[in-house]
């Protein structure tokens, strides 16, 4: 309980994303277990979830991985407007498991086995921020029980973001001339 209180008060923290995540990561590790924590944001103009922050293993590799909105685990995650957990398909032919957010990657061996996810979508209201993913080894599953803790740290996270989006926009606006346009 003291971590998800540390968690709440490290929201206002810091108003730049990277360090408020990473100050936030650092309360996630202790309330659920993950080899790899990505933050995708999701990029309107693209139409995708961009990962925006990555903590963990392989996070240079990680760094601006996309999704799109309705597909794998993440894209899954932030079109239903719910948490989700699961297993990389064991098989592809018999497609047991779900469609993990890593699978060409993982069919590349380009980064650690890390087949189990737990992704949590992230919201202001009705509008979706992004998505919220932790990535485990396979002998290290998520469980129900995980899925509330998620989503409850999903509420945290959305509010950094948030605040981070708005500070980001309103300092961008302050500096640029109204009439030109031009800092």
């Known amino acids: 309980l ?6 709440a008060q490290s929201v206002s923290k810091s108003l730049n994303l990277d360090e408020a ?24 103009e693209r139409g995708v ?3 925006q922050y990555v903590s963990g293993r392989d996070a240079s590799r990680l760094r601006g991985h996309e999704i799109r909105p309705g597909e794998r685990m993440s894209g899954w995650a932030a079109v239903h407007r719910l948490p989700i957990l699961g297993r990389a398909h064991g098989d592809p ?3 047991e498991g779900t469609r993990s957010d890593l699978e ?4 590349r061996e380009e ?4 087949e189990n996810a737990i ?27 995980h899925l509330r803790v998620i989503s409850i740290i999903a509420r945290h996270v959305s509010n950094a973001v948030k605040n981070a989006l708005l500070y980001g926009a309103t300092k961008e606006s302050a500096l640029t001339d109204p009439l030109t346009r031009l800092p």
């Open 2 to 7: 003291y971590a998800l209180y540390e968690l």
């Open 21 to 44: 995540m990473g100050f936030i990561s650092s309360k996630i590790a202790r309330l659920l277990h993950y080899r790899c924590l990505v933050l995708y944001l999701h990029d309107r």
């Open 119 to 145: 992704v949590a979508p992230l919201l202001d209201g009705d509008q979706v921020l992004g998505a919220l993913a932790l990535y485990d080894r396979p002998d290290r599953p998520y469980e129900e029980d």
């Open 104 to 107: 060409e990657l993982l069919a």
């Open 93 to 95: 032919v018999r497609s």
């Open 49 to 51: 979830l961009r990962a």
């Open 111 to 114: 980064i650690e086995r890390l």
